[in-house]
């Protein structure tokens, strides 16, 4: 079946959603590209027209260089282009309606036609040598295996069955297949001949990629990635070692090369379109321009009171669940247990303390609840009597513990276990309550619900990811039924290849009469029969809110689910579907100090020149700096004494993803390394909000938190915090929730198409809202404002901003500089810690660390650096191409700030690991400090309050010794953090709260 689209209806796709707030205007720019990162060619049987997919657009180019013309629209992330052996039309993978799959246009771009449909990835297409079949990879089987369809009917036929991987399929002139394999009994590349039989070829177990046949069909071009060099490699096909045809200094790309005559051909490498001819390494460049025109939306961003003393209604109320009578509800805000009764709006509040408890659970006899606590130091698992109000400590775990669940009988707790060498995986284990032994029953998870038993205690069901293949890593959340005894697991779903809701608190949850399972999907609760055995889903699932809806817990009885309804808790009578709200009267208020002081600072960073401000006094009154003026040796009242340190603005780490699991320590961890603001582009919605208003009403120290909600995602997604959006009603209730619980950013991921993206983006602009994600283009194009990694995940499954050498060309660096994308490289995280960690003996001697890191966590960074080593040998001496890419984008005039993606690495020596790792690359200190501070205030949109000391500003300072604009690394020589006013000396954030 295919489907033909009207190529100008699709161009800068605008789908019509109801949304609210400012109008945006949108200035046109203009960028001409002349280099390209990991963009693939083809080329036309007559040799006369190169095809290449710069960015995600389909351009043709004469064989001689030149202009390029578009042939598509910016929105379908076209790739990976092949010519039909009559030289009419051009194939090629495109991701426009969420999947990729194959599509055909013609070569003057009209006709664009949809081949492939359906859930799965469809990849590499290639035309067989008689033009009636595209053959490509697909995971329609479980795995990717070759496929082909044959043009006039649609009819798919599956080539390879192998359990491994098998993708780039190529056809010779005879017909013969050649594709990568990665089989365990021998990777690399097989060639199929027209009966079917297999013969393996190249025997490799580097990464391989696109083979090419000449047009003798004795030889096979390919891509090689072995010891970090990426290579254009050659072999004959009677076999024979293979040679390199590319020289050592050439970063290849992973594509096909295309064959001009018997002797030369051409290949993408090195940002550019390259000409080699057999024998000889030497190459030359085949130019080309391809002129972008884009819009970028100008509009005011929102508004927010960092003076205000007005009481607010609490909005991060974290997994509320009901007691089994279903009179009562519990739940987590503001660090602290609260528990609501029915008929009453003001809650009792459980715990009062400075650490946080978390994951309440009810006791089928509810008179206690169980919950997660850091009180001990760790994570650990502690229940309430709720009659005496004692707590207790009943699991001092070695690693944090989260979700526990109580089994229908009483006897047993069912929670998870961190594991410290993987984030967000973990175990699922038992607590037996009376021999007090625990039992792991499942593992590895990764990311998985809250584990729900089934009544008779045989089995525990949750909501974990289900991979489409091993070669990606996304997939769909299935529900996962353990046999509790036989510890084995089974996927089944609801709806066959759709993702529930966001996993966390969101079911499936038994029912107490164990005959169904409440969940959520597209934003909404349903139920789902599930038989006695505990087997199978039987019946149609039922849905039962048509609001936002999350956070499911039964009452006893089977008969009521209380729910989140994005910002208000209600229940839900599934005998006749009337909803119920509960009324919450519990509030908070922003921590507003009163007190006047000076600071005495002997230097002053201001965040805006490249000099000190010298023997000054920094006047504050409240949370505010008053003034600047020189120093007054007479000055009345309090006066910080600072006259032999250095002054700067507080920190920004730009890129983190927090958790109330980390406890209370993290906000005393993030203060302690000069960290006064943290960005989360992603995050469980209610978990960053319980954290925003923990920290800004002085419950806890902390930071300010500027942050996203869940990570906006496609049809497939990978985090259990990513919500599967399909248009229509979902996106636009999530969209709606960013505005109602005080979004600071909306992060679109990786699997999210482009449409919808720019669907987002407009959304979000009209109510003063930010958008980033991990693409730059078409995103630039309609308006994104900022861009996540120098590399990191992309849907597909390689980097469109960073090689394999890690190099990354004039394409990215214009778009990023000249359409004013905001980039967080965390180039930490792509080689810039190990690299410090094995250049600097003294790395890990700062206080911070030592008070926060166990001795053990610097042998598992120094171990996981090696097995980094150990994969890819180039790891540390490419990472110096990343940071010439930073300088080259400052140079061109974009802006860079500074994120780590923490805990995935150590969260605060991270940012520092990340600034250091810039000014071994080149940068200046001051540069470097610019983008923490007031580079990084500007693109969170508070600039006019935060990233600077001027006058008028709020007060988020820090004092320390030494001189960073010279050294860096001085900048762990913090003394005092101020924030907000607030004033906190480093030897109380590194002590222990009590």
Do not use: C
């Not at 519990?586 to 201001?606: C, M, N, R, S």
């Amino acid at each position: 079946m295919t489907k033909s689209i009207g190529l100008l209806a699709l161009l800068f796709l605008s789908l019509g959603m109801g949304v609210s707030g400012q109008d945006f205007k949108s200035d046109s720019t203009k960028i001409t590209l002349t280099e390209g990162t990991n963009f693939a060619l083809a080329l036309s049987p007559d040799k006369q027209t190169i095809a290449f997919d710069l960015q995600g657009t389909l351009w043709i180019l004469p064989i001689g260089g030149g202009k390029a013309v578009p042939i598509s629209d910016a929105l379908g992330d076209i790739r990976q282009p092949a010519w039909s052996p009559d030289g009419q039309k051009l194939a090629f993978q495109s991701y426009r309606d969420g999947t990729y799959h194959i599509w055909t246009v013609n070569k003057n771009g009209t006709g664009l036609n949809q081949v492939t449909t359906g859930v799965y990835d469809d990849r590499e297409p290639y035309w067989s040598p008689d033009g009636n079949h595209i053959v490509f990879s697909s995971d329609r089987s479980g795995n990717y295996d070759i496929w082909h369809v044959e043009l006039a009917s649609g009819k798919l036929k599956q080539l390879t069955t192998d359990p491994a991987n098998d993708y780039f399929p190529a056809y010779s002139p005879d017909g013969r297949l050649a594709y990568v394999s990665e089989r365990q009994a021998g990777g690399g590349i097989y060639v199929q001949d027209a009966n079917g039989a297999e013969k393996l070829l190249v025997s490799s177990k580097e990464k391989l990629a696109s083979p090419s046949w000449h047009p003798s069909g004795k030889w096979i071009i390919f891509n090689s990635v072995t010891q970090g060099e990426s290579t254009l490699d050659f072999v004959q096909t009677d076999g024979g070692e293979w040679q390199t045809l590319s020289r050592p200094e050439e970063d290849v790309f992973p594509f096909r090369a295309a064959w001009i005559s018997e002797n030369d051909y051409l290949y993408t490498s090195s940002g550019r379109i390259k000409k080699g001819k057999l024998g000889d390494k030497t190459s030359t460049n085949i130019s080309f321009e391809a002129q972008v025109n884009v819009g970028r939306h100008t509009y005011a961003r929102k508004k927010r009171d960092f003076d205000s003393e007005k009481v607010k209604p609490v909005l991060g109320i974290r997994n509320p669940v009901v007691s089994p009578d279903g009179k009562q509800i519990a739940f987590t805000a503001l660090g602290d247990l609260y528990l609501l009764t029915k008929g009453t709006a003001k809650p009792l509040q459980l715990t009062d303390d400075k650490f946080i408890a978390i994951d309440p659970a009810w006791s089928p006899d509810g008179k206690q609840l169980a919950y997660a606590s850091d009180r001990n130091g760790n994570s650990d698992l502690w229940v309430r009597d709720i009659a005496t109000g004692q707590d207790k400590l009943l699991l001092d775990a070695k690693h944090a513990i989260k979700y526990p669940s109580w089994s229908a009988d009483g006897s047993q707790i069912a929670y998870y276990e961190s594991d410290p060498k993987g984030w967000l995986r973990t175990s699922l284990k038992t607590l037996d309550l009376k021999t007090t032994k625990s039992e792991l029953v499942y593992a590895p998870l990764f990311d998985a619900s809250q584990p729900s038993w089934s009544p008779d205690g045989k089995s525990i069901i949750l909501s974990a990811l289900q991979p489409y293949s091993t070669r990606y890593r996304e997939g769909v959340s299935e529900f996962l039924l353990i046999n509790v005894k036989e510890k084995t697991g089974d996927f089944i779903a609801p709806v066959a290849e759709r993702t529930p809701a966001a996993r966390g608190k969101n079911g499936p949850y038994w029912s107490p009469d164990g005959k169904s399972l409440a969940y959520g999907l597209d934003g909404y609760l349903w139920t789902v029969p599930i038989d006695a055995a505990q087997t199978k889903l039987t019946g149609t699932p039922k849905q039962w809110t048509r609001e936002l809806s999350e956070g499911f817990s039964w009452t006893a009885d089977s008969e009521h689910v209380v729910f989140i309804a994005t910002d208000t808790l209600k229940q839900v009578n599934l005998r006749d579907g009337r909803q119920e709200t509960f009324a919450l009267d519990l509030t908070w208020k922003t921590q507003q100090p009163k007190e006047h002081y000076a600071i005495h600072a002997g230097k002053v960073f201001d965040g805006k020149s490249e000099n000190y401000q010298e023997n000054v006094d920094i006047l504050i009154e409240g949370n505010r700096i008053r003034k600047i003026e020189p120093h007054n040796a007479s000055r009345k009242g309090k006066v910080i004494d600072a006259s032999k340190s250095v002054v700067i603005p507080g920190l920004f780490e730009m890129h983190t993803h927090q958790s109330a699991l980390a406890g209370e320590q993290l906000g005393r961890l993030w203060l302690s390394y000069g960290i006064t603001s943290t960005r989360e582009p992603g995050t469980e919605p209610y978990d960053v909000v319980e954290r925003k208003e923990s920290w800004e009403s002085g419950r806890r120290k902390g930071p300010r938190t500027f942050y996203a909600g869940a990570l906006m995602d496609g049809n497939r997604i990978y985090y259990g915090l990513a919500v599967s959006n399909r248009a229509g009603a979902q996106l636009d209730q999530e969209l709606k929730r960013s505005v109602r619980l005080g979004y600071d950013m909306i992060k679109t991921y990786v699997r999210m198409p482009d449409s919808l993206q720019k669907q987002v983006t407009e959304f979000a602009h009209r109510n003063g809202i930010p958008v980033s994600s991990h693409e730059i283009f078409p995103a630039a194009g309609y308006g994104v404002d900022a861009v996540e990694h120098i590399g990191a995940t992309s849907r597909r499954g390689y980097s469109t901003k960073l090689s394999a050498e890690n190099n990354s060309y004039q394409d990215v660096v214009q778009i990023i500089a000249k359409l004013g994308l905001n980039i967080t490289p965390t180039a930490s995280l792509h080689g810039g810690l190990h690299y410090l960690i094995n250049k600097d003996t003294a790395f890990f001697d700062n206080r911070q660390f030592q008070s926060f890191y166990s001795k053990e966590s610097i042998q598992e960074l120094r171990e996981s650096g090696e097995l980094r080593l150990k994969t890819n040998p180039a790891f540390l001496t490419a990472f110096g191409n990343i940071q010439k890419t930073l300088k080259a984008i400052l140079a061109a005039g974009g802006r860079i700030t500074p994120g780590t993606d923490s805990p995935i690495i150590a969260p605060g020596l991270s940012l520092h690991a990340e600034l250091q790792s810039w000014v071994d690359g080149g940068i200046t200190p001051f540069q470097a400090l610019r983008s923490a501070t007031l580079w990084s205030a500007e693109a969170v949109g508070v600039g006019d309050d935060l990233g600077s000391i001027e006058a008028g500003k709020l007060a988020d300072l820090i004092i320390l010794d030494g001189d960073p604009l010279t050294n860096i690394k001085d900048l762990l020589n913090v003394k005092t953090v101020i924030k907000n006013g607030i004033v906190s000396d480093i030897n109380a954030l590194l002590n222990r709260a009590k």
